[in-house]
């Protein structure tokens, strides 16, 4: 009963840096790698050391560390998820304080052009009510002239 040792053999290579590898297209943390180049014991299954570990611990481990990557990606991926909508909502934020800003704008330039029309049509009315007195004044002036000429 499992008298035999595991005829299973893992392969792996070190990359440049000596720190990550690759074992059929898995990436290992340097703990496993350290623990899988330990030497194992010679004469098929002995009493296995601190530093042997079983295929069935080999596979646990990496799927821990296959778990904990995965798990670090979705977090810096819900960050960036995050900060998307953090950004989206600053621009929408930004662009309806513009819009505001630009409708305080245009209402205050029409308040504005109003104002002017009104003094204009004001001014307007002023002259002519300026030239019908210079009208009824000259008229005074030249009947004062024509009462006075006998006098003269």
Request: zero cysteines; aromatic letters at 4%.
């Amino acid at each position: 009963m499992g008298g035999g040792g595991s005829t299973r053999r893992v392969t792996f290579e070190a990359d440049e840096n000596e720190n990550i590898t690759v074992v059929k297209g898995v990436r290992l943390s340097d703990s496993v790698i350290d623990r899988m180049k330990e030497p194992s014991s010679p004469g098929g299954r002995q009493h296995r050391g601190a530093g042997a570990v079983s295929d069935e611990e080999l596979k646990k481990r990496i799927a821990e560390e296959l778990a904990l990557e995965r798990a670090r990606r979705d977090s810096e991926a819900q960050k960036r998820r995050l900060f998307g909508k953090l950004l989206e909502r600053e621009r929408i934020s930004s662009n309806e304080h513009l819009t505001r800003a630009i409708l305080r704008e245009r209402a205050a330039t029409e308040e504005e052009r109003q104002k002017a029309q009104r003094f204009a049509r004001q001014l307007e009315e002023k002259e002519r009510e300026l030239k019908k007195h210079d009208a009824y004044y000259k008229e005074q002036l030249a009947r004062l002239e024509e009462r006075v000429k006998p006098f003269f």
